[in-house]
Structures are given as structure tokens and as C-alpha cells.
Antibody, heavy 123, light 110 residues
Framework: QVQLQESGPGLVKPSETLSLTCIVS????????WSWIRHPPGKGLEWIGH???????NYNPSLKSRVTISGDTSKKQFSLRLSSVTAADTAVYYC?????????????????WGQGTMVTVSS | QSALTQPASVSGSPGQSITISCTGT?????????VAWYQQYPDKAPKLIIY???KRPSGVSNRFSGSKSGNTASLTISGLQAEDEADYYC??????????FGGGTKLTVL
């Protein structure tokens, strides 16, 4: 059974860089797309970006200048870096897998999610 | 890329049917049959219940169904049950390998 687990600091200071890692168990990350999604308190979900099985990345245009997603297939993990954070970046951060079948990936469909990790931006 | 528009809340009585709308633009919902719906309970991760507008993942109740017309997608829950009380989010492919979510709808079962 595939499981995802986020890890990283729960508190980040304003203007610093938020760094999170998602460890994948039960599957290889050399297939599928792997995303970061966040949920600010009292607001809706926001897609941050993803890394594909080939290492290609795509980002939310509103966050693109501050986001880097990278992957390590040998460690079966992928990571998020979000620079110059402000209080507006306070959220529960999820990693998630895009559903793929029959050689086709359904980019609207996140079928496996981590439990989420709360990150607060505060001095 | 703006968030998709959903009603903030909907409600219904047990056994009834409800529909949640999700309005986008011709750049996302209107251009692709790649709209998904997620159910989220408090302090839990979202769960995929509909993808590609109408498809249900294995194990999801057939009381959940999806549709789309123009720039608006809809989720219908029939035979409403107390356990359906949750937040629901739509999500659409928006081109260039990007995705956009809706603002979420809180469903209350009366």
C-alpha cells in the first residue's frame, strides 16, 4: 500500500525558506507525478506544483518565482522549497500522488495524500 | 490562474439530493474534461471522489456523480447521509501542466 509522509519544521520565520520533504513508501517515484498542495486556515486548497516521473517540474504561476520542487528517486522522496515566506504562507502542506493508469496520468486526480503537516510563519 | 468558484455552503436533509457547482473559465473547466472532486473531513487529508468529470475511483459510493456544462462542473450527492457532511473541493486542469482548485463548499446534513 502506497503511503506518503511529510516532514519538516513546523515554524518558519518571515523572509526565510520553508523546506519540506515527502517520503514515499510502497511504490517507486519514477512513475507518476508528485505534487505539493497547501490548505491555509479558513481558505481553500491551493496547488503549489509537481514533479513528474521524468523530473520535469511545473508550478502554480502565482508561486512560481518562490518555489522549487526536487526529487530523489534513490531515497524515494521529493521536496519543496518555498522562499521569502510571509504569514500568508501559513498552511497545512500536503504531498500527493497524481493518479496514473494505462500509461496515462490524470492531472486533475490526486489519489494518494500524505496526512499533512502544519507550517506556521511567524517570528 | 484564479481559483474556481464554489458556493460557500449547501445543505440538505437525509435522503435528499444536493448539487454543488464549480465555475471556472474557458481556460480551465471549459477547455478540458479534467475536473475532479474531493471530500475533506476536519483535520483529514482530502479524498478523491470524482475525476475526469464523471469517473469514480474504486470504492467510492455511486451516490456521488459528476457532470459538466460549459465552464461549470457539478457534483451531485444523492440519498444524502449524515456521513456526507464534509467540505468538498473541485479541481480542474488549467493547461500547461497546472491545476487549480475551488474555494470549497461546506455541506451540512440537516
Amino acid at each position: 500500500q502506497v503511503q506518503l509522509q511529510e516532514s519538516g519544521p513546523g515554524l518558519v520565520k518571515p523572509s526565510e525558506t520553508l523546506s519540506l520533504t515527502c517520503i514515499v513508501s510502497g511504490d517507486s517515484i519514477s512513475q507518476y507525478y508528485w505534487s505539493w498542495i497547501r490548505h491555509p486556515p479558513g481558505k481553500g486548497l491551493e496547488w503549489i506544483g509537481h514533479i513528474s516521473y521524468s523530473g520535469r517540474t511545473n508550478y502554480n504561476p502565482s508561486l512560481k518565482s518562490r518555489v522549487t520542487i526536487s526529487g530523489d528517486t534513490s531515497k524515494k522522496q521529493f521536496s519543496l522549497r518555498l522562499s521569502s515566506v510571509t504569514a500568508a504562507d501559513t498552511a497545512v502542506y500536503y504531498c500527493a500522488r497524481t493518479y496514473c493508469s494505462g500509461g496515462s496520468c490524470h492531472l486533475d486526480a490526486f489519489d494518494i495524500w500524505g496526512q499533512g503537516t502544519m507550517v506556521t510563519v511567524s517570528s | 490562474q484564479s481559483a474556481l468558484t464554489q458556493p460557500a455552503s449547501v445543505s440538505g436533509s437525509p435522503g435528499q439530493s444536493i448539487t454543488i457547482s464549480c465555475t471556472g473559465t474557458s481556460s480551465d473547466v471549459g477547455s478540458y474534461n479534467l475536473v475532479a472532486w474531493y471530500q475533506q473531513y476536519p483535520d483529514k487529508a482530502p479524498k478523491l471522489i470524482i475525476y475526469e468529470v464523471t469517473k469514480r475511483p474504486s470504492g467510492v459510493s455511486n451516490r456521488f456523480s459528476g457532470s459538466k456544462s460549459g465552464n461549470t462542473a457539478s457534483l451531485t450527492i444523492s440519498g444524502l447521509q449524515a456521513e456526507d457532511e464534509a467540505d468538498y473541493y473541485c479541481c480542474s486542469y488549467a493547461g500547461s501542466s497546472t491545476v487549480v482548485f475551488g474555494g470549497g463548499t461546506k455541506l451540512t446534513v440537516l
